[in-house]
C-alpha cells in the first residue's frame, strides 16, 4: 500500500521553462512534507519542504504548494536549469516523524532540455 | 554543514557472505536510519534507530541487522548476502522527535552488488 504517490515516473521540460512535480498522499496523519533531489550515485539532497499549517513554502527558484483537502502537493521550480535534471523525491511524515523515517514516493525524474 | 559519512562508495560481495554497512554523522543527531532504494521502487526504510543501543524494523528489514553502539555510528549488516540485495543503500540521520521537525541528511550511498 503506498502512502506516497508520485505517479509520473519522468517529465521533460525546457530549460527556461516552469517544471511541476506532482505528489499525492494517503496517510491523513501525515503533518510534514519534504522534497529531495537526487543525482545518480549519490545520496538525496534536502530541497525544500511544509508544514501541513502553511499552504506554501517558496525558496527561490522552489516553491512547495500543500492542499490537504486534496492531500496533493507540488514542486514548482521556476525558471528550470539544466543543472535541475535529476530524480525527485516526495517524502512525508507524520508528528514528530523524525524518530519513525520518513515515507518516500517512488520519484520523478526530472529531464531539462537545452 | 552536517555531513553523513558512508565507508563505500561501491562493494561487490559473494552471496553468503556478512557484509557490513557502516555510517558516520557528526551533527550528534539522535535518529538515524537505513534506506535501500531501487529502480522503481523509491527508497524504502529498512532500519531505524532513535538512540543509542535502540533499534527498530522499517518497512523491509528481513535479511538485514543493525548496530548502535555510539550514538554517531549506525551500521547495517546483511548476515547472509543474497543476490536480491544487490542495491543502492542510503543512510540518514536527523534530529530528535521532541524537538521541531527537521529533514533528514543523507549520505552519498553505498552501491552494493552481491554476486
Known amino acids: 500500500d503506498q502512502q506516497v504517490k508520485q505517479n509520473s515516473p519522468s517529465l521533460s521540460v525546457q530549460e527556461g521553462r516552469i517544471s511541476i512535480l506532482n505528489c499525492d498522499y494517503t496517510?491523513?496523519?501525515?503533518?510534514?512534507f519534504l522534497w529531495y533531489k537526487k543525482y545518480p550515485a549519490e545520496g538525496p539532497t534536502f530541497l525544500i519542504s511544509i508544514s501541513s499549517i502553511k499552504d506554501k513554502n517558496e525558496d527561490g527558484r522552489f516553491t512547495v504548494f500543500l492542499n490537504k483537502s486534496a492531500k496533493h502537493l507540488s514542486l514548482h521550480i521556476v525558471p528550470s536549469q539544466p543543472g535541475d535534471s535529476a530524480v525527485y523525491f516526495c517524502a512525508a511524515s507524520d508528528s514528530g516523524g523524525g524518530a519513525d523515517g520518513l515515507t518516500f514516493g517512488k520519484g520523478t525524474h526530472l529531464i531539462i532540455q537545452p | 554543514d552536517v555531513k553523513v559519512t558512508q565507508s563505500s562508495r561501491y562493494l561487490v560481495k559473494r552471496t553468503g557472505e556478512k557484509v557490513f554497512l557502516e555510517c558516520v554523522q557528526d551533527m550528534d543527531h539522535e535518529n538515524m536510519f537505513w534506506y535501500r532504494q531501487d529502480p522503481g521502487l523509491g527508497l524504502r526504510l529498512i532500519y531505524f534507530?532513535?538512540?543509542?543501543?535502540?533499534?527498530e524494523k522499517g518497512d523491509i528489514p528481513e535479511g538485514y541487522s543493525v548496530s548502535r553502539e555510539k550514538k554517531e555510528r549506525f551500521s547495517l549488516i546483511l548476515e547472509s548476502a543474497s543476490t536480491n540485495q544487490t542495491s543502492m543503500y542510503l543512510c540518514a540521520s536527523s534530529l530528535d522527535r521532541d524537538r521541531q521537525f527537521t529533514e533528514a541528511f543523507f549520505g552519498q550511498g553505498t552501491r552494493l552488488t552481491v554476486v
Open positions: 496517510n491523513s496523519m501525515f503533518d510534514y
Open positions: 534507530s532513535y538512540d543509542v543501543k535502540m533499534k
